[in-house]
């Protein structure tokens, strides 16, 4: 059975580096576990998660050899050019989650599902993926460099962030390398190579 987390509410609303709070840090910090890929090439990471009145909140550390990525402009399929970090994100009681990615060269891809089985359409080709791809910026980000990898400071909106509400969270990560395959890794503990897969998500509440 997953632990619920019970994420209390922080007065931060300003997207800097500088305005990112030390009390964050420790009131709920997911580790990303091995998924798939090259095990001995797994570099760890850690996710920091809190919430305003307007918004979630995530600082991930990310420990990366050499982080790369070709990309040359947002929404293209950053899992195919190199590393991405990505956030599933459900607000209960919708059946509607966001998928969103930010490469180390600060691009992003967002996409909107509208339920669980959306994601079975597209993988069995009777969907394309780009009908559930939104160009509206559906949150904000930044990206630094870090002495041992990479970091992403994001602020996701939603209007069903409010004191109660409960949510399913879970932060992934492609980490790309030379002449490997890509390690996958996740702050859920999937059973599967599926990082779809709700059941494995984090539940968390909100609170005051």
Not at 10 to 15: E, G, I
Not at 133 to 144: E, G, I, S, Y
Not at 160 to 166: D, F, I, R, S, Y
Request: glycine residues 4%.
């Amino acid at each position: 059975m997953l632990h619920a987390y019970r994420l209390p509410v922080s007065p931060s609303s300003v997207l800097e580096w500088s305005d990112l709070p030390e009390e964050a840090e420790r009131r709920c910090s997911l580790p990303l576990h091995y998924v798939a890929g090259p095990e001995q090439a797994f570099r760890p990471g850690e996710v920091s998660v809190w919430w305003t009145n307007e918004a979630l909140w995530l600082s991930a550390r990310l420990q990366d050899d050499e982080p790369i990525c070709s990309a040359r402009e947002d929404y293209e399929p950053l899992w195919q050019l190199g590393d991405v970090f990505e956030t599933f994100l459900k607000v209960a009681p919708s059946e509607e989650y966001l998928e969103l990615h930010v490469s180390p060269t600060a691009h992003r891809l967002q996409l909107r599902f509208p339920n669980a089985s959306a994601i079975a359409q597209i993988r069995a080709s009777r969907l394309p993926i780009d009908d559930f791809l939104v160009k509206n910026p559906l949150f904000d980000f930044l990206v630094r460099p870090i002495p041992s990898g990479w970091q992403v400071l994001s602020r996701i909106p939603h209007p069903g962030l409010v004191e109660g509400a409960m949510i399913l969270l879970s932060c992934s990560r492609y980490d790309a390398g030379p002449d490997r395959d890509p390690v996958l890794s996740s702050t859920s503990r999937h059973t599967e190579v599926n990082f779809h897969r709700q059941q494995d998500w984090t539940p968390i509440t909100l609170a005051v």
